[in-house]
C-alpha cells in the first residue's frame, strides 16, 4: 500500500512570502495522479491541483503543483491571508483507491 | 450546478450503527461514483470507500472491511454508507464526495457523526 508523508507538519510564514509544501510516496504514483486539497477550519477541502501539476478551475496562479514519480510539491508563490489552511495530498489509482497524506498546516508566522 | 447535500448529526452509542445520507443534484448520478471520507476531530482525511451508482460496486478500505455498506438509491440520486460497530474512535466528521476516477472536485457538507455513551 502506498503511504504518502507530508511535510513539514506545519509551516509558519508570514503573507507575502513562499511556501513549499513536500509529498512523498513510499512508492511511485502511477501516471502522476496526484492531488492537492486545501481545507480551512470548519469546511469541507477543495481541489487546487490535481494531476501532480494542472490548476483546478478557478484556483488562483500564485499555487503551483510539481514533481513525479514519488516527489511532488505544492509552492504558493505569495501567501494571501486566506492561504492559512491545511493541505493535503492524495493519490489516486491502483490499489487502495485513495490515500491522502497525513497533511500540512499553514500558519501564520 | 453540482450539489451533494448530507444528513444531519448524529449522536449514536458504542455498539450501535450509524446510516448517513448523500443527496447529489446537478448532474447524472449513475455517471460518476461516490467516495466517503472521514475526518476525527483535529486529525487528517481518511477514506473509507467508494460506490459505483452505474452498477453498484464498492470498493472498502481494508481498514473498514466487513463493518461498513455503502449503497445507492438511483431513484432518488442519493448514496448511503452505514458504518456497524461503532466505538468513540469512530466519532468524526463524514464526508460523501463525488469521484471522478478518484479525483474528488466535489464534497458534501459534512455530517458529524459522535459515539459516546
Known amino acids: 500500500e502506498v503511504v504518502l508523508t507530508q511535510s513539514p507538519g506545519t509551516l509558519s510564514l508570514s503573507p507575502g512570502e513562499r511556501a513549499t509544501l513536500s509529498c512523498r510516496a513510499s512508492?511511485?504514483?502511477?501516471?502522476?495522479?496526484l492531488v492537492w486539497y486545501q481545507q480551512k477550519r470548519g469546511q469541507a477541502p477543495r481541489v487546487l491541483i490535481y494531476?501532480?501539476?494542472s490548476r483546478a478551475t478557478g484556483i488562483p496562479d500564485r499555487f503551483s503543483g510539481g514533481g513525479s514519480g514519488t516527489d511532488f510539491t505544492l509552492t504558493i508563490s505569495r501567501l494571501e491571508p486566506e492561504d492559512f489552511a491545511v493541505y493535503y495530498c492524495?493519490?489516486?489509482?491502483?490499489?487502495?483507491?485513495?490515500?491522502f497524506g497525513g497533511g500540512t498546516k499553514v500558519e501564520i508566522k | 450546478q453540482v450539489q451533494l447535500v448530507q444528513s444531519g448529526a448524529e449522536v449514536t452509542k458504542p455498539g450501535a450503527s450509524v446510516k448517513v445520507s448523500c443527496k447529489a443534484s446537478?448532474?447524472?448520478?449513475?455517471?460518476?461514483?461516490i467516495s466517503w471520507v472521514r475526518q476525527a476531530p483535529g486529525q487528517g482525511l481518511e477514506w473509507m470507500g467508494w460506490?459505483?451508482?452505474?452498477?453498484?460496486?464498492?470498493n472498502y478500505a481494508q481498514k473498514f472491511q466487513g463493518r461498513v455498506i455503502m449503497t445507492t438509491d438511483t431513484s432518488t440520486t442519493t448514496a448511503y454508507m452505514e458504518l456497524r460497530s461503532l466505538t468513540s474512535d469512530d466519532t468524526a466528521v463524514y464526508y460523501c464526495?463525488?469521484?471522478?476516477?478518484?479525483?474528488?472536485?466535489?464534497w458534501g457538507q459534512g455530517t458529524l457523526v459522535t459515539v459516546s455513551s
Open positions: 494531476a501532480a501539476s
Open positions: 464526495a463525488r469521484d471522478g476516477s478518484g479525483l474528488l472536485h466535489y
Open positions: 460506490i459505483s451508482p452505474y452498477n453498484g460496486n464498492t
Open positions: 512508492q511511485s504514483v502511477s501516471g502522476n495522479n
Open positions: 446537478g448532474y447524472t448520478f449513475s455517471s460518476y461514483g
Open positions: 492524495q493519490r489516486y489509482g491502483g490499489s487502495p483507491r485513495l490515500t
